[in-house]
């Protein structure tokens, strides 16, 4: 298995864009999260799904994110627009489900928006 | 709310032992994880503890006592490559939260 597959790994953009971050989680996982990681606040969750239905957005930050998950093998994280402030590592992790322990965690997109 | 603390640093020599205590006050408690983060990369899982006390697994072992609200990441014969950020999380049905990390160092 490839494990959890997120795109892009390294993204720059200027204020006020929009960014787009994807993942693809473990075939098979039916739990879906992001996480946003900053030398300030740690690891957060953001937002986290099963099969596909969005279950918590309690993390996220303001309503210039969203994110989807389209499908089960696919989920979009986007900012509109972004600042600064957004600056930081975005994760994608999946979780198989009961009788599991681990979540797996993607390599991470390193987001940089000045 | 969520309260996970442990220490931000700690500095070992190699082949020694190194005990990361984690508190933590929370609204909800399903279990406690471990895991490790090198500089760069995505945390890796190391333990998960659901029930109190110790569950070994090879050079690590993972302590939990649920009535304080405590747990330990206990390393032993430390290597070089176990220099790395160590994270517990604690889990609310299927929400993590997690601590700041403790930052280990392994000195030669």
């Known amino acids: 298995d490839a494990g959890v597959i997120q795109s892009p790994r390294h993204e720059v953009t200027e204020m006020g864009q929009e960014v787009t971050l994807r993942c693809k989680p473990i075939s098979g996982h039916d739990y879906l999260f992001w996480y946003r990681q900053t030398m300030m606040r740690g690891l957060e969750l953001l937002i986290y799904?099963?099969?596909?239905?969005?279950?918590?957005d309690s993390g996220m930050p303001e309503d210039r994110f969203s994110a989807k998950m389209p499908n089960a093998s696919f989920s979009t994280l986007k900012i509109q627009p972004s600042e600064p402030r957004d600056s930081a590592v975005y994760f994608c992790?999946?979780?198989?489900?009961?009788?599991?322990?681990?979540?797996?965690f993607g390599p991470g997109t390193r987001l940089t928006v000045l | 709310g969520q309260n996970i603390d442990q220490p931000t640093e700690m500095t070992a020599t190699e082949g020694a032992i190194v005990q990361i205590n984690c508190t933590y006050q929370t609204s909800g408690f399903n279990g406690l994880f471990w895991y490790q983060q090198h500089a760069g990369e995505a945390p890796t899982f190391l333990s998960y503890?659901?029930?109190?006390g110790l569950e070994e697994k090879g050079r690590f072992s993972s302590f939990l006592s649920r009535s304080k609200g405590y747990s330990y990441l206990l390393l032993k014969e430390l290597q070089m490559k176990d220099s790395a950020s160590y994270l517990c999380a604690v889990n609310n049905d299927y929400k993590l939260s997690f601590g700041a990390g403790t930052t280990v160092t392994v000195r030669a």
């Open positions: 799904f099963n099969n596909n239905v969005p279950i918590d």
């Open positions: 503890n659901v029930l109190d």
């Open positions: 992790a999946s979780y198989k489900g009961e009788g599991a322990n681990e979540q797996f």
